[in-house]
């Protein structure tokens, strides 16, 4: 069977415990949320009894609440755990969230692809790039350019491509890691990751300016 391709999508930092967000991966939303325990989850953003959008709840537990009727989903498979107007009931085994392949790697939350036919391999199994340990938020910026572009200037700036998303910095932005996320298919989010936090202001200020000289560029091309 064919395998897919992690994508990295969000830093771990963004997302604390019993937290809910929206996120658009190629241009398609997703629910990704972390339960209390700290399982980080993937699913599609509708909830299957009235598609009202999952970002739109609350967790409690390892469950990710509806706001709209109250219906909970369990981490890790989806399943219906509880229908309120039904409490003395148990909900249909056939009732869950389309959940997908998740993973979490130095510093970044992975998403394993909408395709549930294509399996992707753990994620330890992948050279994603030399980790670096501790990892620290540097933070992100939104372009409004394409994946490819961003990855063409990213290498013109002498980062090192280590895998597809993936770039290493050297002199002065040694250690320094570049991560791409494919938002949208002319929208690329950029991250940044680093070993020490005391620099990470100066990583900032680069992230606005390559976004900048990227946006500025495009803008001269139209």
């Known amino acids: 069977m064919m395998s897919v391709q992690w994508l990295p999508i969000l830093p771990s930092e963004l997302l604390q415990n019993t937290e809910v967000l ?32 999952l970002s739109l709840g609350h967790v409690d537990g390892e469950n990710l609440v509806c706001a709209y009727h109250g219906w909970e989903f369990a981490a890790q498979d989806g399943s219906c755990q509880k229908i309120p107007a039904q409490p ?20 970044m939350i992975w998403f394993g692809g909408f395709d549930h036919e294509l399996k992707p391999e753990p994620l330890s199994q992948q050279t994603l790039f030399p980790k670096i340990t501790p990892v620290h938020y540097a933070g992100s910026v939104l372009i409004h350019c ?7 200037f990213l290498q013109h700036l002498h980062f090192r491509q280590v895998s597809p998303y993936c770039f290493l ?54």
């Open 88 to 107: 003395e009931q148990r909900a249909p085994k056939s009732v869950c969230s389309k959940a997908y392949p998740v993973s979490e790697n130095n510093g």
């Open 169 to 222: 910095g050297d002199d002065e932005f040694a250690d320094v890691q570049l991560i791409i996320t494919p938002t949208d298919t002319e929208k690329t989010t950029l991250h940044a990751l680093q070993p020490q936090a005391e620099s990470v202001q100066r990583s900032l200020d680069s992230l606005f300016q390559i976004r900048q000289q990227l946006e500025e560029h495009q803008y001269a091309v139209l």
């Open 146 to 152: 394409a994946i490819d572009e961003v990855s063409e």
């Open 22 to 53: 929206k996120v658009l991966i190629n241009g398609k939303e997703v629910v990704v949320w972390r339960s209390a325990l700290g399982h980080v989850q993937i699913w599609e953003n509708r909830c299957p009894h009235r598609s009202v959008r």
